[in-house]
């Protein structure tokens, strides 16, 4: 299988958001599904769990699977996947989220919170990401404490012996802080600023990070 696995450093960092910037640019080039396989804090809708991030995913993507394809476990407690489904009596396993992430086109995975946030029963988003072997983007929001975050999550991937295509740092607001240059200086990962003046630079460094022609 072939794709990304997108994580952040913490909750709340953009993730999903930059997760479109990046299926619409490999978009232009091949075929890519989407697959966010577990979200909380789904809003109830006719009687039905209605995902957000997933179905924002799947409004980009360019291979017609349906929701339930793209996130098999919804849930509405706004907690963990695996605190989630235990207050629904509902048995989530690493082998599902697996099972929940196959596809044969390219596949762009959207993990639920950062690389060790419980996602499933003794599971974490990083035991996820390893099972699928897939390289990583990591999404950090561009504030103080983003270089800390940022090393912090990279050593674990490295821990796990995963590959880290590039950091994303996120910029809500502009700001002096040059993280960035600091991440860089500290690790060997490609680090890539995003935010709404840099946006045409941001897809044209990604291009060149994912090989995209």
């Given at each position: ?9 913490s ?5 999903t958001?930059i ?49 339930d ?107 002096t ?37």
């Amino acid at each position: 299988m072939k794709g990304l696995f997108i994580s952040g450093s913490s909750t709340d960092v953009g993730k999903t958001f930059i997760a479109e910037q990046i299926i619409r640019l490999l978009s232009e080039s091949r075929r890519v599904a989407v697959r966010k396989p577990v979200e909380s804090d789904c809003k109830t809708v006719d009687g039905r769990l209605v995902t957000q991030d997933a179905q924002t995913l799947l409004n980009t993507s360019n291979v017609n699977d349906d929701i339930d394809t793209v996130c098999p476990y919804k849930f509405s407690q706004c907690c963990s996947g695996e605190s989630a489904s235990a207050a629904t009596n509902v048995t989530l396993t690493s082998a599902q989220l697996f099972d929940a992430c196959q596809s044969d086109d390219y596949v762009v995975v959207e993990g639920a919170g950062g690389l060790l946030s419980p996602i499933a029963q003794n599971t974490l988003n990083i035991d996820l990401a390893a099972a699928l072997n897939l390289p990583l983007i990591i999404i950090v929001k561009d504030k103080l404490g983003a270089v800390n975050q940022a090393l912090l999550t990279i050593k674990v991937a490295e821990q796990y012996q995963l590959k880290v295509a590039c950091i994303v740092l996120n910029q809500f607001e502009a700001n002096t802080l040059n993280n960035a240059d600091a991440i860089r200086r500290y690790s060997e990962c490609e680090v890539v600023i995003y935010n709404d003046k840099s946006a045409a630079l941001f897809r044209k460094k990604m291009r060149q990070i994912l090989s995209i022609d």
